[in-house]
Nanobody, 123 residues
């Protein structure tokens, strides 16, 4: 079973930037759809960004378009989330997840999850 481990969460001020990283335990992750999700206190987990298997186009939630960028380094089994212009509404635990294709925004299709990394944005 592939395992995912996130890192990079931190406390930043509004307007700041962070880059989250997600490393997979196996190269088979390259055949999966990779997504970043987040869950704020008292709210449901929501999709932030996803990227399809090799060569695919990324997809973003409207709330992060133009500010967040998802990318991959398949040689290093890494998936990244670059977050710019952060605001207080971005405060949440961020999760990396993987699921079999076809890639979708349906959170239930992602069956491999990391433990999460906390992002706190102060205004």
């Amino acid at each position: 079973q592939v395992q995912l481990v996130e890192s990079g969460g931190d406390s930043v001020q509004a307007g700041g930037s962070l880059r989250l990283s997600c490393v997979a335990s196996e190269y088979t992750i390259r055949t999966y759809c990779m997504g970043w999700f987040r869950q704020a206190p008292g709210k449901e987990r929501e999709g932030v960004a996803r990227i399809t298997i090799i060569g695919g186009s990324p997809s973003y939630a409207d709330s992060v378009k133009g500010r967040f960028t998802i990318s991959q380094d398949n040689a290093e089994k890494m998936t990244y989330l670059q977050m710019n212009s952060l605001n207080a509404e971005d405060t949440a635990i961020y999760y990396c997840a993987a699921g079999p294709p076809p890639c979708t925004d349906d959170i239930s299709k992602y069956n491999i999850w990391g433990q999460g990394t906390q992002v706190t944005v102060s205004s």
